[in-house]
């Protein structure tokens, strides 16, 4: 179709076209035509028409999906916000090959407010298309299910950015996972009946959690809708098909996904043993942990079982309990080392994180050593006192071999307090104490040296987790206050005198882990 035009300067010229071309979204090709002589058609431009996105709600209260459709291949980003100055964004996606529709799930919305969101769509070329204004009423929990949030700042020290993810736990239905802003105010919950154990964020933008009772592994999207999930039972019966040991009990504690997108999930399995060391003439039930990897359709392909690898003679944290149950590793954080492509698995009972031999699958199995007391390293600057006790989410802070840092939350329960044996919290010693802590691993030389710690003067007899920031700060998480259903996260500065930064108390409740995330979107930092 030829259009006039109307010159407006050597290099501009102005056509109009007509509306029966811009009735839906489509790609047009314009080009300009001179007469001869010395005239010619230039290279065509495409001109993309689309029609504006639609925002609608979810199941979650502050959750809206935003679709728009695109006729040909584009990124779609979400910018949304309080006022039509927006200020935040989701993570990019992807039109399917040749154009098509996108939906977005937009999340990071304050309770019971008005938000203005628009689309940004990306075309190969450059261009960028903005879409007009819409509007979203955001909704929240019901006032019985908001926990009580204080937050307090320190003038002059700088928080590093992000939101804040609570793993909430508590009797019947208030459990949950909340995220927050760092002003403490809720930007997205999950209910989960007892609270999540945990709850993390997947590459994907979905996030994977255990519930407290164990029963079954799910993931969810943002909107809070189930992408897939794998009971107990079934998981036993997969196992037994693939002719892999042992049955599992629950799971508990911790799942983490792996460069291979593979899960690694944490479970319990009990056997039976006789004369214990310490339990002479009785028959025990013994608790222990075992790993189970899933592939990426959430099938087992690989399992490791604590008895198979440490002493069930060693049992320094409790013995059986009025069930004749003994818990004797209980495991309770899971890491992936890149490095050298092992395990570290925190054994809270034991005192202990160890490494096992996993080389992505294809190793032994076997403890490669022990971190903690009466374990394979030797403490460079410190006493029986200053190693980690019961400890909670030792992470990885340097990806390379055989000199590291790794971090911790040590909470401290039955700490050797000196070299005859005294621990802390019975009669006539010291009271326990927890910390956050960060070791000088050197793996070669068998050694650990105390880099950092921060002392807050509090007992957390169980629960917690210790991060360490891009900032450099550190923000742990007490998620008891000695045995109390009151919750301290602290942000605190890496120095010899940590100075608090930031502090985030949630009372009326536990909080298994709290973790600082760049945004709900893998990749975007807000």
């Known amino acids: 179709m030829a259009l006039a035009t109307t010159f407006e300067s050597s290099t501009q010229l102005r056509a109009t076209i007509p509306p029966s071309l811009l009735g839906a979204p489509t790609t047009l090709s314009l080009a300009v035509s001179n007469p001869s002589p010395g005239g010619g058609i230039s290279s065509p431009k495409i001109f993309t028409v689309l029609s504006a996105g639609q925002v609608t709600p979810t199941n979650h209260p502050q959750v809206a999906q935003y679709t728009i459709r695109s006729p040909r291949e584009a990124w779609v980003t979400i910018e949304f916000g309080p006022t039509t100055n927006y200020g935040l964004r989701t993570w990019s996606l992807p039109t399917p090959t040749g154009g098509g529709e996108v939906s977005i799930l937009v999340a990071g919305m304050r309770a019971f407010t008005t938000y203005h969101l628009r689309a940004l769509v990306q075309f190969p070329d450059g261009v960028t298309y903005v879409d007009a204004d819409h509007t979203f009423d955001t909704g929240g929990l019901p006032p019985e299910e908001v926990p009580p949030i204080t937050v307090t700042r320190s003038s002059g020290l700088v928080s590093s950015p992000g939101v804040q993810l609570l793993d909430v736990i508590a009797g019947g239905p208030r459990g949950k996972a909340l995220v927050t802003n760092l002003d403490g105010n809720i930007l997205w919950s999950y209910p989960v009946a007892n609270g999540p154990t945990p709850m993390r964020l997947l590459p994907n933008g979905n996030f994977i959690f255990i519930p407290f009772d164990g029963t079954f592994l799910r993931e969810i999207d943002l909107a809070g809708n189930t992408v897939r999930e794998i009971s107990v039972p079934e998981l036993q019966k997969a196992l037994q098909t693939r002719g892999l040991p042992p049955v599992v009990g629950v799971l508990h ?17 009990t056997r039976q043993f006789d004369n214990l060391i310490g ?21 087992p392909v690989w399992t490791w079982s604590s008895f198979d690898h440490l002493d069930v003679n060693r049992h320094p944290f409790s013995g059986p309990d009025q069930n004749n149950i003994l818990d004797w590793t209980h495991g309770n954080a899971v890491v992936y080392s890149p490095a050298d492509r092992n395990l570290l698995l925190s054994l809270r009972h034991q005192h202990w994180v160890i490494k096992i031999d996993y080389q ?8 490669l050593w022990r971190l903690g007391p009466e ?16 400890q909670h989410f030792p992470t990885i802070l340097d990806n390379q071999v055989g000199v590291y840092r790794l971090a ?9 307090l000196d070299e005859n044996g005294t621990i802390c919290g019975l009669s006539g010693s010291s009271p326990c104490y927890s910390r956050a802590i960060i070791y000088e691993i050197d793996e070669a030389m068998k050694t650990a040296r105390i880099l950092w710690e921060d002392k807050p003067g509090l007992f957390a007899p169980f629960i ?3 991060q360490v920031l891009p900032n450099g700060n550190v923000v742990w998480d007490a998620g008891t206050l000695g045995g109390a259903a009151t919750a301290i996260v602290r942000e605190v500065t890496q120095e010899a005198t940590p100075q608090t930064v930031w502090q985030l108390e949630l009372s009326g409740q536990f909080v298994y882990r709290s973790i600082r995330l760049p945004s709900l979107y893998p990749g975007v930092q807000w």
């Open 408 to 416: 911790l939350f040590d909470n401290g329960n039955r700490r050797v």
């Open 464 to 466: 917690g987790s210790t």
């Open 279 to 299: 339990f002479e003439g009785q028959t025990i039930n013994v608790v222990g942990d075992t790993l189970v990897e899933l592939d990426e359709n959430w099938q």
């Open 375 to 390: 374990g394979d390293f030797t403490l460079l600057n410190g006493g029986p006192a200053d190693w980690q006790y019961a």
């Open 360 to 367: 992505d699958g294809f190793g032994t199995g076997n403890v």
């Open 253 to 269: 504690h911790d799942v983490i996904m792996l460069p291979n997108g593979h899960l690694m999930v944490l479970a319990d399995v």
